[in-house]
Protein backbone atom coordinates (compact mmCIF):
# COMPACT_ATOMS: atom_id res chain seq x y z
CA UNK A 1 0.00 0.00 0.00
CA UNK A 2 1.34 3.62 -0.53
CA UNK A 3 0.70 6.42 1.40
CA UNK A 4 0.90 10.15 0.25
CA UNK A 5 2.91 11.59 3.59
CA UNK A 6 4.58 14.83 3.70
CA UNK A 7 7.47 15.37 5.72
CA UNK A 8 8.81 18.90 7.39
CA UNK A 9 10.94 17.35 9.72
CA UNK A 10 14.73 16.89 9.52
CA UNK A 11 13.82 13.22 10.79
CA UNK A 12 13.98 10.46 7.93
CA UNK A 13 10.28 8.91 7.01
CA UNK A 14 8.84 6.29 9.39
CA UNK A 15 10.34 2.55 8.89
CA UNK A 16 9.51 -0.90 9.84
CA UNK A 17 12.35 -2.05 11.91
CA UNK A 18 12.11 -5.82 10.83
CA UNK A 19 10.77 -7.59 8.51
CA UNK A 20 7.57 -8.58 10.26
CA UNK A 21 6.98 -5.10 12.44
CA UNK A 22 3.56 -3.58 12.48
CA UNK A 23 4.39 -0.66 13.51
CA UNK A 24 6.35 2.01 12.25
CA UNK A 25 8.44 4.34 14.86
CA UNK A 26 7.88 8.35 14.79
CA UNK A 27 9.78 10.82 16.09
CA UNK A 28 9.77 14.41 17.90
CA UNK A 29 10.43 17.18 15.66
CA UNK A 30 11.89 19.61 18.05
CA UNK A 31 14.36 22.24 17.67
CA UNK A 32 15.50 22.29 21.20
CA UNK A 33 14.86 19.22 23.77
CA UNK A 34 11.65 19.10 26.15
CA UNK A 35 11.52 18.22 29.17
CA UNK A 36 8.41 16.03 31.21
CA UNK A 37 8.10 16.44 34.50
CA UNK A 38 6.48 13.80 36.60
CA UNK A 39 2.53 13.40 35.79
CA UNK A 40 3.19 16.09 32.92
CA UNK A 41 1.65 16.11 29.38
CA UNK A 42 2.65 17.62 26.14
CA UNK A 43 1.68 17.93 23.30
CA UNK A 44 4.84 16.46 20.38
CA UNK A 45 4.53 17.40 16.90
CA UNK A 46 6.37 15.00 14.39
CA UNK A 47 5.83 16.84 11.01
CA UNK A 48 4.53 14.50 9.08
CA UNK A 49 1.52 14.98 7.37
CA UNK A 50 -0.45 11.69 5.78
CA UNK A 51 -3.19 10.98 3.67
CA UNK A 52 -4.70 8.09 4.11
CA UNK A 53 -7.09 6.37 1.75
CA UNK A 54 -10.85 5.33 2.67
CA UNK A 55 -11.31 2.43 4.77
CA UNK A 56 -8.12 2.97 6.86
CA UNK A 57 -6.69 4.47 10.13
CA UNK A 58 -3.76 5.05 11.56
CA UNK A 59 -3.27 4.31 15.27
CA UNK A 60 -0.45 5.85 17.49
CA UNK A 61 0.45 3.75 19.80
CA UNK A 62 3.24 3.66 22.70
CA UNK A 63 6.74 2.14 22.32
CA UNK A 64 7.20 -0.74 24.81
CA UNK A 65 10.72 0.12 25.52
CA UNK A 66 9.72 3.98 26.93
CA UNK A 67 7.06 2.58 29.00
CA UNK A 68 8.80 -0.08 30.72
CA UNK A 69 12.17 1.98 30.98
CA UNK A 70 11.23 5.26 31.08
CA UNK A 71 7.40 5.46 31.90
CA UNK A 72 6.66 7.19 29.01
CA UNK A 73 3.01 6.47 26.88
CA UNK A 74 0.93 7.92 24.70
CA UNK A 75 -1.97 9.07 26.41
CA UNK A 76 -5.03 8.43 24.44
CA UNK A 77 -3.51 5.09 23.50
CA UNK A 78 -4.13 4.05 20.28
CA UNK A 79 -4.92 7.32 19.18
CA UNK A 80 -6.37 7.66 16.17
CA UNK A 81 -5.87 9.21 13.05
CA UNK A 82 -8.72 9.26 10.52
CA UNK A 83 -7.99 9.42 6.53
CA UNK A 84 -9.83 12.69 6.05
CA UNK A 85 -7.37 14.02 8.72
CA UNK A 86 -4.96 16.32 6.79
CA UNK A 87 -3.44 18.61 9.64
CA UNK A 88 0.26 17.39 11.43
CA UNK A 89 0.45 14.12 13.61
CA UNK A 90 0.67 15.26 16.82
CA UNK A 91 1.14 12.66 19.98
CA UNK A 92 0.23 13.46 23.00
CA UNK A 93 3.01 11.90 25.72
CA UNK A 94 2.68 11.49 29.14
CA UNK A 95 5.40 11.18 31.91
CA UNK A 96 3.95 7.92 34.28
CA UNK A 97 7.82 7.92 36.24
CA UNK A 98 8.89 9.45 39.66
CA UNK A 99 11.92 10.85 37.18
CA UNK A 100 12.01 13.94 34.42
CA UNK A 101 12.14 13.10 31.37
CA UNK A 102 13.66 14.86 28.59
CA UNK A 103 12.59 14.34 24.72
CA UNK A 104 15.59 15.06 22.07
CA UNK A 105 15.00 16.01 19.03
CA UNK A 106 14.72 13.54 16.36
CA UNK A 107 13.83 10.61 19.67
CA UNK A 108 11.22 7.73 19.08
CA UNK A 109 8.30 8.96 20.66
CA UNK A 110 5.90 6.02 19.78
CA UNK A 111 4.56 4.21 16.80
CA UNK A 112 2.40 4.26 14.37
CA UNK A 113 0.41 1.27 12.90
CA UNK A 114 -1.83 1.31 9.37
CA UNK A 115 -5.04 -0.47 10.24
CA UNK A 116 -8.08 -1.40 7.98
CA UNK A 117 -11.34 -0.17 9.17
CA UNK A 118 -14.99 -1.08 8.67
CA UNK A 119 -17.85 1.96 8.24
CA UNK A 120 -20.85 0.69 10.40
CA UNK A 121 -24.49 0.98 9.78
CA UNK A 122 -27.20 0.83 12.84
CA UNK A 123 -30.32 -1.29 12.44
CA UNK A 124 -32.02 -0.49 14.99
CA UNK A 125 -34.31 -3.65 16.79
CA UNK A 126 -36.28 -4.92 19.44
CA UNK A 127 -34.55 -7.41 20.96
CA UNK A 128 -30.70 -9.09 20.54
CA UNK A 129 -30.01 -12.89 19.83
CA UNK A 130 -28.96 -14.72 23.11
CA UNK A 131 -24.81 -15.69 23.57
CA UNK A 132 -23.23 -18.04 26.32
CA UNK A 133 -22.05 -14.67 27.78
CA UNK A 134 -24.96 -12.92 28.35
CA UNK A 135 -24.96 -9.66 30.32
CA UNK A 136 -21.89 -10.51 32.00
CA UNK A 137 -18.98 -8.22 32.20
CA UNK A 138 -16.75 -6.45 33.97
CA UNK A 139 -15.07 -9.47 35.56
CA UNK A 140 -17.76 -11.66 35.55
CA UNK A 141 -15.20 -14.89 34.71
CA UNK A 142 -13.88 -14.29 37.78
CA UNK A 143 -9.90 -13.57 38.92
CA UNK A 144 -7.95 -16.85 38.06
Known sequence: MKIKIINTSRNPLPAYSTALSAGMDLRANLTQPLSLKPLQ????PTGLFIQLPAGFEAQIRPRSGLAIKRGITVLNSPGTIDADYRGEIQVILINLSTD???IEPGERICQMIIARHETAEWEETDALECSERGEGGFG???NK
Open 100 to 102: EFI
Open 41 to 44: RALV
Open 140 to 142: HTG
